[in-house]
């Protein structure tokens, strides 16, 4: 489909983004017009696809502003959502490549957008899933693009965090717990201190997305600064409390209540600029870390897929930099001069 304006009609930019809020016991959810003109059930079922059915408060924030997203296009162009036929849903995902979104990223709305309309069509709202047919942007990725810093680098960072105050004690156990871990910042935040098994073989124990539980190995390193830190904190034996409490106002006291991700966020970024380390450094570079740094030291790549949860041993292999260095000496013996 090359033209929207050849299917759809032209937008009506007064009906685009108007919202109604939705009550239920206990919860309420501002939804787009177009799904509050097609009625009570319409409305209660997409709060309900919004809220009971999508759990995790990451996969249910993109959703819900797909769903937005979606209406809002919809909407402008005179649709109903009674009568939503596949090439709306076409029309809608060329916008967003108009619009300069990433394959990935306009292959994740539509995959929330095509779940909440199967939702609707499975409880009698809408007839049939206008989406089923639509199919997403075909996306091949062979190396990851989570930015990472060498192995000199990481150990500076670790280095620069040798101090006495509680505050950096904590900071630098978390980072240990996702360099030597490749653990999640969502598991780290939800760990408690009981979930580090201090004995003789000494383990963490995460809670991931999806509910999942696992335990694995705790390095050797991360032992000794959990060790510390817990000493430092006076936290010790507190097994039901949280492990990284946050530290409101750079006072240089922890709180109770466990960290949050962006709050992590924001303490490693500030930590690498300490330490003159790049900026585009996340809390995500240290999984990609560990899997690259443990590649690259020979361990096996099942063995990494394990530590790292992956269900996809190709998930894994995006992190092995030895094709990219085999590329780059294939390339240097093209001599000219």
Not at 115 to 134: K, Y
Request: charged letters at 25%; aromatic letters at 6%; proline letters at 5%.
């Amino acid at each position: 489909m090359t033209n929207e304006i050849a299917v759809l009609p032209p937008a009506i930019p007064d009906r685009s983004r108007q919202l109604l809020t939705v009550h239920a016991p206990g919860v309420s959810m501002e939804l787009p017009d177009l799904i509050g003109r097609a009625g009570d059930t319409a409305a209660f079922r997409t709060l309900e696809f919004l809220t009971s059915c999508t759990p995790n408060p990451h996969t249910r924030g993109v959703y819900s502003q797909a769903v937005r997203d979606f209406c809002a296009f919809g909407a402008a162009r005179g649709a109903e959502l009674g009568r939503l036929a596949s090439p709306t849903v076409a029309a809608w995902m060329q916008s967003l490549i108009s619009e300069g979104k990433s394959a990935a990223t306009a292959n994740a709305k539509l995959s929330g957008v095509r779940q909440w309309l199967e939702w609707l069509a499975r409880h009698g709202v809408i007839t049939g899933n206008p989406a089923d047919t639509v199919k997403g942007i075909r996306l091949v990725v062979c190396e990851g693009k989570t930015p990472i810093v060498e192995l000199d680098e990481a150990r500076r960072l670790l280095e620069s965090l040798e101090a006495a105050d509680v505050v950096t004690f904590r900071d630098r156990a978390m980072i240990a717990v996702m360099l030597f871990g490749g653990v999640r910042i969502s598991a780290v935040v939800r760990m408690k201190v009981g979930d580090f098994e201090d004995g003789a073989r000494p383990s963490l124990k995460l809670r991931e997305k999806g509910g999942k539980e696992r335990r694995i190995a705790c390095h050797h390193v991360t032992r000794e600064y959990l060790d510390a830190y817990l000493t430092a904190a006076g936290i010790a034996g507190a097994w039901d409390a949280s492990l990284f409490p946050g530290a409101p106002g750079h006072a240089g006291r922890l709180a109770t209540a466990a960290m949050t991700r962006q709050a992590a966020w924001y303490m490693v970024k500030r930590r690498a600029k300490a330490a003159g380390l790049p900026r585009y450094l996340t809390n995500h570079s240290f999984r990609a870390m560990c899997a690259t740094f443990a590649l690259e030291n020979g361990a096996p790549l099942e063995g990494v897929q394990e530590l790292l949860g992956h269900a996809d041993p190709g998930t894994t292999q995006r992190y092995n930099r030895k094709a990219r260095e085999l590329s780059r000496s294939i390339v240097e013996s093209v001599q000219v001069f």
